[in-house]
């Protein structure tokens, strides 16, 4: 069975950088079959996509999140991960990682970390 | 980019069937596959619908999913409602490049 886990600070200063990883088990992050993504949901709102990156190193970004998101897959650890710059009040929110097929289904979540930007 | 939009919120009794549609600002909407995605209170979303009408192994019969060229929309509809059913639902689609969700809509069954 496919797991995700989410890890890194809940806790981050404004104006600082917001540094996420997932972990993935019972499967190969290097499966030319997948994608690998991040979405977030700030709290009592809807999700909001953040970007994808598949085993090659292709990025797929949310364009109005692009010039401060940097993401990275680290394939001997069998994990991905998420740089968020320039972060303010407005970024916190649970921050899910997911498995995204090709025909982009969201189909195996982590099962969120919530991080707060607050001094 | 485009937009999903989906209504805020939906209502129904048990045992009646309620639908929830999910419109593309721009673009055709059978371009490119429709997911829907469950979510109960305190938990990740899970998929009820994928590639526009399919549904997961585990996700009952009384789901489904369809495409409304017409009117560029997606819609889930729900069967044979049970208190269970009661949760938030997005839809998601992509172009190239963005992957995007609606706005959500809850569904409350009273």
């Known amino acids: 069975q496919l797991q995700l886990q989410e890890s890194g600070p809940g806790l981050v200063k404004p104006s600082e950088t917001l540094s996420l990883t997932c972990t993935v088990s019972g499967g190969s992050i290097s499966s030319s079959s997948y994608y690998w993504g991040w979405i977030r949901q700030p709290p009592g709102k809807g999700l909001e996509w953040i970007g994808s990156?598949?085993?090659?190193?292709?990025?797929y970004y949310n364009p109005s999140l692009k010039s401060r998101v940097t993401k990275s897959v680290d394939t001997s650890k069998n994990q991905f991960s998420l740089k968020l710059s320039s972060v303010t009040a407005a970024d916190t929110a649970v921050y899910y990682c997911?498995?995204?097929?090709?025909?982009?289904?969201?189909?195996?979540w982590g099962q969120g970390t919530l991080v707060t930007v607050s001094s | 980019n485009f937009m999903l939009t989906q209504p805020h919120s939906v209502s129904e009794s048990p045992g009646k069937t309620v639908t929830i549609s999910c419109t593309r600002s721009s673009g055709s909407i059978a371009s490119n596959y429709v997911q829907w995605y469950q979510q109960r209170p305190g938990s990740s979303p899970t998929t009820v619908i994928y590639?526009?009408?399919?549904?997961p192994s585990g996700v009952p019969d009384r789901f489904s999913g369809s495409i409304d060229n017409s009117s560029n929309s997606a819609s889930l509809t729900i069967s044979g409602l049970k208190t269970e059913d009661e949760a938030d639902y997005y839809c998601?689609?992509?172009?190239?490049?963005?992957?995007?969700f609606g706005g959500g809509t809850q569904l409350t069954v009273l």
């Open positions: 990156i598949y085993y090659s190193g292709s990025t």
């Open positions: 998601q689609s992509y172009d190239y490049r963005n992957r995007v």
């Open positions: 997911a498995r995204e097929l090709r025909t982009h289904n969201f189909d195996y």
């Open positions: 590639e526009d009408n399919q549904r």
